[in-house]
Each structure stands twice: as C-alpha cells, then as structure tokens.
C-alpha cells in the first residue's frame, strides 16, 4: 500500500519555524521526485517546493525562496521541508506529494516543480502562522 504520511505541522508566531516530514512507503523512493504542495481556505492549491529522484535538483515557489529548505534521506524514505521566517500568509494545509520521474526524467525538480503529474498524495498537515 502506497503511503506518503505527513507530520510536524501546528501553530507558530510570525518569524518562527517548522519543519515537515513526509515519509513515504509501498513504492521506490529514489525513482519518484517529491514534493510539497499548500491550500488555504477559499484558494487554489500552490506548489511549493520539490525535489528530485536523485535529489540533485530543488524547486521552490517564489514565495518562499530563501525560507524553505527542502532534502530528502534516502535511508529512511523521508522528505522534510524546513520553514524558516514564517509569515501569516504562508497559512494553508500542506500536502507530500509524489511523481514517478526516476533517473531525473524531464529534470522534474530542476526548474520546474512537480506539476499536475502528481501519481500520490498524502492526507495533509495543518500549518498556522500568527501575526
């Protein structure tokens, strides 16, 4: 059974940080790139962040270049995403997700983040930020 299972979301002041595991079981890690999508409420869902099959290459939002980190543990089938300087408006529910896109195929991740390629998703974590 393919699961991808979030964690590490809740409730931080405007400045703090967070950091986000995705763990992913019931397929070949290292042959899907993965990555992080966001929705707030009454807005459309946002990619954030990605990285690729071989984590040699990262994708992030313009909105949170230089605050989000993204990396992966191959050992143990684990993406984070750290979230430094959190704004009110980075408020959504985050969710992992995952693109069959081994050896780098289409250098997903490179320049472009996961798109609507997505084969797996997870369930969500809640990430709330007060001003």
């Known amino acids: 059974e393919v699961q991808l299972v979030e964690s590490g979301g809740g409730l931080v002041q405007a400045g703090g940080s967070l950091r986000l595991s995705c763990a992913a079981s019931?397929?070949?890690?290292?042959?899907?790139?993965i990555g992080w999508f966001r929705q707030a409420p009454g807005k459309e869902r946002e990619e954030v962040s990605c990285?690729?099959?071989?984590?040699?290459?990262?994708f992030y939002a313009d909105s949170v270049k230089g605050r989000f980190t993204i990396s992966s543990d191959n050992a143990k089938n684990t993406v984070y995403l750290q979230m430094n300087s959190l704004k009110p408006e980075d408020t959504a529910v985050y969710y992992c997700?995952?693109?069959?896109?081994?050896?780098?195929?289409?250098?997903?991740?490179?320049?472009?983040?996961?798109?609507?390629?997505?084969?797996?998703w997870g369930q969500g974590t809640q990430v709330s930020v007060s001003s």
């Open positions: 997700a995952a693109r069959f896109a081994p050896w780098d195929v289409l250098n997903v991740c490179f320049t472009d983040g996961l798109g609507s390629l997505v084969h797996y």
């Open positions: 019931g397929f070949t890690f290292d042959e899907y790139a």
């Open positions: 990285i690729s099959s071989s984590g040699g290459g990262t």
